[in-house]
């Protein structure tokens, strides 16, 4: 029995063994699967190279054929990696601990340039700054060097279907302010059995939807509020004397809606963008990095078209699209000199060449630099009508937001009960989740 | 003669084993050691520290521990575990018990039924955690609210998806220790005229102690690490400012401390100290919980 026991520990130990030795494999093949990494040695003194942590999976494809492209041309290796949203901040976390760390990566806002100044390369005066068109995206850290350049921005504002609105009477120059929005809104709600349509898809508060509300409507309020104070960095508190706006506007949308308020908590980002694209809604608030999205899905760009949020503020006939991004380059600056010079040239690259800013116009849109080409995104051609009818840009004050995810999830949830009833009391929790909120989690960031 | 013949052949395979057995131990005492020991020290290493990726390091002594005392949240999550795992050990445990009694009566598909029973415990917790979200919602519309609205909801909705799942497993445990309990017991109980309650609590559950001990073990350190249900089913919302501070009303230790690592770099020792403190906790209740179960086993 005992030696039959020893026989079978031994068999373990060696299956084992075995296993150990399987899992290894691939490891070891790892690198010489990697052919750019196996020729890096030899590239690496001369010409060093590139290594992109993106942060945008829609885009990841485009990324890697130009980076191909790229290597073919010059014989410098780019590697490019992708991680969600969700994971790209531990995937960066891991990333820079490793040898090999990303040479470029993603660094959206200034919590993002506090936890990684020290990791990012001064860009002052480099060739690829000099090809930036504004200065208005980049990030600057507090000794006022520039640390992040802003690549490409973006736009949001209610997406709006024309035809349908066609449909219900009305034109997209009826809608000038937030008077005429609700007055829309509510006629298509009195009518929206008959017309087989609601005025706004459904304003969910999944998580995969909030957003759009805890950040990108909420920056309505905050937009106005710091533009009253001339807020130029986060504040450690706010007053929220513009809620009783974002109260109109939500009340709008959940009123006006293709489902009812109470179910809005479930409803999903899927949900809403399904109501609009199968003729649903005339409305959905969201931004231009949709637009491939709702073509996909069978809309014609031509009856497509972007309002800005209206909320009852004054002067605010003259509100163009909300602009902004959190799509900022920044050059790991503990990179080898050669790999930071071949970062740079490759970022320059992209954004001269015909190949890089053709691909750049395709996922991003319009960037703002001098070689950039002109997008068929119709968003941001409504962006640039608006602007160019002398309308003011909303930026993005939601920036600012102290420990963000926190935050925003304190304002869904008073959110989600207020939809599901909406009386004073509940709004008022909101108002809680909005000022108290900023100023417990403004406490806990520089606590 | 014939012992001293035993002996030379148990020597036969005993010295070689003890002669090897380094050799053989050494790749999972290395993976031990790699995957296991030192990270395991460096975490309590981080605890100390502030640091953006662990390279960085930069030591702060207690500072990180001073900061999670004065975290509603972390204690908010504290007192959430603590009851989710009372009410969790209690509810599974029971019902596992009994449900393992009834299939080792003679009945027909009890095999099926331990099979049926078991299933849940395949299936992963996020997996779990969404689709289970999706079906109290659906209940909960019917009564014009939802899952996160009210904290008790989501605690109760993550007892019953956690019950659900592994009440089978437990169950597999305890059918293995009643199979064991000695029938000549069982018949002489029945010969002395022992009620079914009396043979119940005198006879089988002294026998199945060992299988109690186990299983509360798991499900006491399964709760307490409890981590992919909770963030799938409400990730610990609904979010309430009260008296000033920020709890996630639905939020258990594990999330807590995963969601301390996000808010900023300053954050990261302070998640990293909670992960020690949690650590500890989990086990000087574990050891404590098996001290206690295993003083009530009988020899059999």
Redesign the interface.
């Known amino acids: 029995m005992?030696?039959l026991i020893?026989l079978l520990?031994?068999l373990v130990?060696a299956l084992?063994?075995v296993a150990?030795g399987a899992t290894e494999e691939p490891a070891a093949d790892a690198p010489a699967a990697d052919a750019p990494a196996a020729e890096a040695p030899a590239a690496d003194a001369a010409t060093g190279s590139v290594y992109y942590l993106n942060f945008k999976p829609e885009a990841d494809a485009a990324w890697q054929e130009l980076a191909a492209q790229y290597t073919a041309e010059t014989g410098v290796p780019v590697k490019v990696v992708t991680a969600a949203g969700g994971e790209y901040?531990s995937t960066l976390?891991?990333e820079?601990?490793k040898d090999s760390a990303p040479t470029l990566f993603q660094c959206g806002n200034m919590?993002g340039l506090?936890?990684?100044d020290e990791y990012c390369l001064d860009l002052t005066g480099t060739d690829f700054a000099a090809e930036l068109t504004t200065d208005a995206f980049n990030l600057y850290n507090a000794d006022g060097a520039l640390k992040c350049v802003g690549y490409c921005y973006e736009c949001f504002g209610i997406i709006t279907n024309i035809e349908l609105l066609e449909k219900a009477g009305y034109t997209v120059a009826d809608i000038t302010d937030f008077a005429s929005l609700k007055a829309v809104a509510e006629d298509i709600t009195a009518r929206s059995a008959e017309l087989g349509f609601s005025a706004f898809s459904s304003a969910g508060l999944d998580?995969s939807s909030s957003w759009r509300f805890s950040g990108h409507l909420a920056n309505m309020p905050l937009f106005y509020e710091f533009r009253d104070d001339g807020v130029t960095e986060a504040p450690a508190t706010i007053t929220g004397a513009y809620l009783d706006n974002y109260r109109n506007i939500w009340d709008l949308y959940i009123n006006n809606s293709t489902c009812t308020g109470?179910?809005l908590?479930?409803k999903t980002g899927d949900n809403s963008k399904a109501d609009f694209t199968e003729g649903k809604a005339v409305f959905y608030q969201n931004g231009s990095w949709e637009y491939a999205g709702l073509i996909e899905a069978g809309m014609d760009a031509a009856k497509l078209t972007m309002l800005p949020i209206y909320c009852g503020v004054e002067g605010e006939a003259d509100a163009g699209l909300c602009s902004g991004t959190e799509n900022c380059w920044a050059v790991n600056a503990k990179a080898s000199e050669a790999d930071q010079k071949a970062t740079l040239d490759f970022m320059t690259w992209v954004v001269t060449s015909d190949a890089g800013t053709t691909m750049m116009a395709e996922q991003f849109g319009p960037i703002p630099f001098k070689a950039a080409k002109t997008p068929e995104n119709v968003f941001f051609a409504a962006a640039n009508d608006l602007t160019a009818a002398g309308k003011y840009v909303v930026t993005w004050a939601f920036n600012h937001t102290p420990?963000v995810?926190?935050w925003r999830?304190?304002v869904?949830?008073a959110l989600?009960?207020y939809s599901?009833d909406p009386t004073d009391a509940n709004w008022e929790a909101v108002e809680?989740?909005f000022v108290?909120?900023w100023a417990?989690?403004y406490s806990?960031?520089n606590g | 003669m014939a012992k001293s013949k035993k002996s030379s052949s148990v020597n036969l395979v005993q010295r070689p084993i003890k002669k090897w057995a380094p050799l053989f131990i050494l790749p999972t005492f290395a993976a031990f050691l790699i995957g296991f020991v030192w990270p395991f020290i460096q975490g309590i290493y981080l605890s100390f520290c502030n640091f953006n990726i662990p390279t960085d390091a930069k030591w702060v002594g207690l500072d990180n521990y001073a900061k999670v005392f004065k975290d509603a949240g972390f204690l908010n999550a504290f007192w959430n575990t603590a009851a989710f795992a009372v009410v969790s050990i209690i509810l599974i445990n029971v019902l596992a018990f009994f449900i393992a009694y009834a299939l080792t009566q003679k009945m027909r598909g009890a095999n099926i039924f331990r099979t049926v029973f078991f299933m849940p415990n395949l299936i992963g917790g996020v997996v779990l955690g969404y689709i289970w979200s999706m079906i109290f919602d659906g209940i909960l519309k019917n009564y014009a609210t939802y899952l996160t609205a009210n904290p008790t909801y989501g605690f109760w909705g993550l007892v019953i998806l956690v019950a659900w799942q592994q009440i089978g497993y437990m169950m597999i445990i305890y059918i293995a220790g009643l199979q064991a309990v000695p029938e000549d017991m069982l018949e002489a109980a029945r010969i002395d005229g022992a009620t079914g309650s009396q043979t119940l609590f005198r006879v089988i559950i002294p026998n199945v102690m060992p299988s109690i001990t186990t299983c509360t073990f798991l499900t006491l350190t399964n709760s307490f690490k409890m981590f992919d249900q909770n963030m799938a089913l409400t990730g610990g919302m609904p979010s309430i400012m009260e008296n000033g501070a920020k709890i996630n009303a639905t939020e258990l230790l594990a999330l807590n401390i995963f969601s301390t690592y996000n808010i900023s770099k300053n954050y990261h020792g302070v998640a990293q100290a909670k992960a020690v403190i949690f650590f500890i906790l989990v086990a000087v209740l574990a050891i404590t919980q098996q001290y206690m179960t295993r003083s009530k086993e009988v020899q059999q």
């Open positions: 005992k030696k020893a520990l031994a130990m084992s063994l150990c901040s976390n891991a820079m601990a919590a506090k936890d990684w998580s109470a179910e908590n479930g420990n995810d926190s999830a304190t869904v949830t989600a009960a599901a809680t989740a108290d909120g417990y989690e806990v960031v």
